[in-house]
């Protein structure tokens, strides 16, 4: 299904030939312990349509109970196994690297400590008892010291590193923080190496969220909020890409999106899911396009606004596949500010 549209067509429903949904959490479901408005009630109805429904985070503070806890403090009807999350796509790769019973360093909280315990790995936060491997994900508790313990044993070539995730950012309470992406880039100016990521954007933990919950790419739909772990991950996947502009990537990053993170729908909120998707057009000379009452006019780079429109998000819709589907980069063009501010 094509997002982009140059003849009119008939609308369709983001959901349509859906049968899974699996949502990422921070900045989608949740900010910080705060539901995003909408969210929790859109995706209610979603289950109660029949459509299954899972939990995929790359954040790896909380075990997959806690988590479950939380989104069930909305009313939904959570249970642990009903979330996938990053140490637990992290624990599939540390299988294929480490023997049974090996001693790992792990750099995080409860969340990641949990799902290596429950792998039959044993635990350790020193370098001197001699790791197998390194382990990293993010918690509010992760310091220095931890940092320089997983450096120390990285600095051993036969040491495996694994990251949960390498987000750079992550929605809380408070705003914007740093997130995974910074302390394992601190760890890799260390040691000079990189690690085997487990979570978004790579596929093992859409691979495995796919097959907990019994569904086919095909047919399987992603609700994330940035577009370089959750729709390149998803696309990556096979998965239907749906973006939703409740959290991190907005319209600047939507407007200068590479190919690879493009998602497939735009959606202001997640009551859009169940609401009809203007189909995108463009002008006979291809100069002009339009979503809904919003129309955006490109003529060689320069990007301008020929209608807003009745809603914000069919403008960042026009404008997207304006630049989108010019093939020139972002940097190129002379795009008008009201499209991204």
């Known amino acids: 299904m094509s997002l982009f549209r140059s003849r009119r067509v008939e609308t369709v429903l983001p959901l349509d030939g859906i049968d899974t949904v699996l949502a990422d959490l921070d900045g989608v479901v949740y900010q910080g312990p705060a539901a995003i408005p909408f969210a929790a009630e859109s995706l209610a109805r979603a289950v109660a349509a029949g459509i299954r429904t899972g ?5 790896a503070s909380r075990t997959d109970a806690q988590v479950a806890e939380h989104l069930s403090s909305f009313g939904l009807s959570v249970a642990a196994e009903d979330v996938v999350t990053s140490p637990q796509a992290a624990m599939r790769i540390l299988a294929t690297l480490v023997e049974p019973g090996a001693t790992v360093l792990v750099v995080g909280g409860e969340g990641l400590t949990s799902e290596v315990e429950k ?3 044993v635990v350790t936060r020193a370098a001197a008892d ?3 491997a390194v382990v990293q994900g993010f918690a509010p508790e992760v310091g220095w010291k931890q940092l ?3 450096s120390f044993a990285l600095h051993d070539p036969a040491v495996h590193w694994v990251a949960t995730n390498t987000d750079w950012t992550i929605p809380v309470a408070g705003g914007i923080a740093p997130g995974n992406g910074t302390l394992v880039s601190a760890v890799h100016t260390a040691v000079g190496r990189l690690p085997v990521v487990a979570g978004k954007p790579e596929v093992a933990i859409f691979e495995e969220a796919v097959a907990r919950f019994g569904a086919t790419a095909s047919s399987a739909a992603f609700l994330g909020d940035r577009l370089d772990t959750d729709t390149k991950g ?6 239907r890409a749906i973006h939703v502009l409740t959290g991190i990537d907005r319209a600047k990053q939507l407007l200068a999106a590479p190919v690879d993170c493009r998602p497939d729908f735009i959606l202001e909120d997640l009551r859009q899911l ?3 998707y203007p189909v995108t057009e463009t002008s006979k000379d291809g100069t002009e396009t339009s979503v809904g ?10 990007v301008r606004i020929v209608k807003p429109g009745d809603t914000p998000v069919d403008l960042v819709r026009a404008g997207s596949a304006a630049i989108w ?6 940097h190129a063009l002379d795009v008008e500010p009201a499209l991204y501010s």
């Open 130 to 132: 001699g790791p197998a």
């Open 325 to 330: 589907n010019s093939g020139l980069a972002i």
């Open 148 to 150: 320089a313990e997983a």
């Open 274 to 276: 169940f609401e009809e």
């Open 234 to 239: 998803a696309k990556r996947a096979g998965l």
């Open 293 to 302: 009452s919003a129309v955006v006019r490109m003529k060689g780079h320069v």
């Open 55 to 59: 939990y995929v985070t790359n954040n």
């Open 119 to 121: 792998a039959g790995l």
